[in-house]
């Protein structure tokens, strides 16, 4: 969940602080770097040639640069953030300039360890559940899914808990920090659907049902102010154990698994497009560090600051939604026109 900042690097127990020379992404960075050194070569002769026909495309490349990009790197490594789904009506939890708004993220200690801090958690989430469990993919997700059917994606990797890109169809989407709907025992690993959890938190806690709170970021409210105490968190229906959104939480590790997979992606892709994220987080942040040490090109759509500008070759401040469908239209125009 949003209030929820994965793998941040304010966080001085946080596992991939960026300063840790000793952190094994680093030295991933610099293997990346050895290993396609050779690819590099070839990708800036294909590109050179590619370019001795610009004139013939000068108009469409002056006009949009996003797609001139996305033609001269056929196979992307697409990362997506919060800005993505803003159309669908789920709260970004960051401002243009990059800077968290509403309150402190709960960190993973103080779940585990705090009683009264899951109960405060469940009754937020119990009042902001219904706004993701009701949004529907936007322009930018189905757009991000046709490019995915044209076949420009090496693979996409989305920062969201939100499932808006395998809802929108996208078929093969690495989620980083997990997913909202699922909900698994920290004790006999049992999972269940969110969906499914929350006709129990509103049987258990009618004092709750109805209060009105702003909603913020992936199915979190701004609740204050309540007796928290007398909520009743939810516990595992076969073991009687906690239950735990299945998210990475601010000081939790993203798994290995999840991280390996994106940079094996990365690793085969001609270049890397940011969709919607400030990158502040360094869990996303890390990709772009790898990117631009083994020379591939980055790109990005997003309004605001990002942590990636100086290595970005080209950004685009435009919303997400009304930018990528043009995108998709052009290129599946062109794609006619070929055939």
Known sequence: MCNVYPDDPDDPGDPDDPDDPDDPDHRFGANLLDRSALQQKKRVAATIAKMKNLPDHA?????????????????????????????SGIPCYRDIEGQRTGRAPILLKDFMGSEFARKRYWARSMIGWPLVAGAAPNAAHLAVARLERLGLFERLVTQNVDGLHTSAGNTDVIELHGNIGRVRCMQCGDETSRAALQPRLIADN???????????????????????????????????????????????????TRVDAAAAALEQADAMLVLGSSLMVYSGFRFCEWAARAGKPIAAVNLGKTRADALLQLKVEAPCGPTLDALASELDQQLDRSA
């Open 59 to 87: 108009s469409r490349t002056l006009s949009n640069p996003l797609y001139d990009f996305v033609e001269r790197h056929p196979r992307l490594f697409v990362l997506s953030g919060a800005g993505i789904s803003t159309e």
């Open 206 to 256: 009618p004092s709750f049902v109805g209060l009105a709170a702003l909603p913020v970021a992936d199915g979190d409210a701004q609740l204050e102010g309540y007796d928290f105490e007398s909520f009743h968190a939810p516990s595992c229906t076969r073991c009687g154990g906690l239950l735990k959104p299945d998210v990475v939480f601010f000081g939790e590790g993203v798994p290995r």
